[in-house]
DNA sequence: ACAGTAGTGATAACCATTATCAATTTCAAC
DNA sequence: GTTGAAATTGATAATGGTTATCACTACTGT
């Protein structure tokens, strides 16, 4: 897990990474592997996966169910852990005061007599620079 | 989608919208499909997918999703069209009184320039009875 | 009976994800 | 700078859940 950097140029773990950070949208598997296509050394598949579970393991990056099927990634932005609200067309997403909910879940929850409870909380729309735009089956581009 | 009762038992579809109802835990398509194992007329796989995809689509079932993988089913009890607290282990679900955040939800995505929003609330844990239970991995029995 | 339609099951196709494993690359020691 | 162990990578296969296909069967109305 230490990012090491070859002489000539990124490994393909840190071309990932790096990609990531270009944006602050979620991001799926492949269009991450998509928009490294030209790269000196283009991540495979495989590595892309491999990277994306690894930070997502690690705390670094946060995922979102799609409504569809599968799971897109971001980097974790500063400290706010918190749910989005994301497009459902673009993949951008903007914090959602919900913390404050969380003790709540975890009360509720407990109230029934549960316990080691995990809440998932996830908002999809369309944002206001999608709003505007053609119908399309949202492709994430 | 009218219910037919052929002369020499329920049909296919009818013994897998029986067998839901049978119970008000959420169970997955493989769990409804072992379930029905030697009934007369044992539903296909296909026949269970179907059924359970149509019911979900008319809004008979709810749906949740597991947070390994896969999509777990239920008939819709009464009114209560909230989210629900499930048990990750037994799929026991009790109603969570969530139905007046929902409106909260819209009011704060439409606030970031979000519209046609929508919510997913799910909680997860491990209910009353089966927190005493050896930690297994849940299997949904 | 008969024809038309809906329901069904077996199978193949799909898609996203995970596992496998040989080949490559990196790093540290010599 | 060689060398070799260990980590990284990529191509591919395997997996699991879901959907699509299509021939066959069962039901309905005539």
Redesign the interface.
């Known amino acids: 897990m230490n990012e090491r950097a070859p002489l000539r140029g990124l490994s393909p773990r840190s071309l990932v990474h790096r990609e990531l950070a270009t944006s602050d949208r979620f991001r799926t598997v492949s269009e991450i592997h998509r928009s490294l296509a030209g790269q000196r050394r283009r991540p495979s598949l495989s590595t892309v996966y491999r990277t994306l579970t690894a930070l997502a393991g690690s705390g670094l990056a946060e995922t979102v169910?799609l409504?569809a099927s599968g799971i897109a990634y971001r980097l974790r932005p500063g400290q706010g852990r918190g749910p989005y609200?994301v497009?459902?067309r673009c993949g951008a997403a903007?914090a959602?005061?919900l913390a404050d909910?969380a003790p709540w879940?975890r009360t509720?929850?407990e109230q029934?007599?549960?316990?080691?409870?995990?809440?998932?909380?996830?908002?999809?729309?369309?944002?206001?620079s999608c709003?505007n735009t053609v119908n399309e089956n949202g492709s994430h581009s």
């Open positions: 169910h409504p609200l497009c459902m903007t959602v005061p909910l879940f509720v929850a029934q007599g549960f316990t080691g409870v995990e809440a998932r909380v996830e908002l999809w729309g369309r944002c206001g709003r």
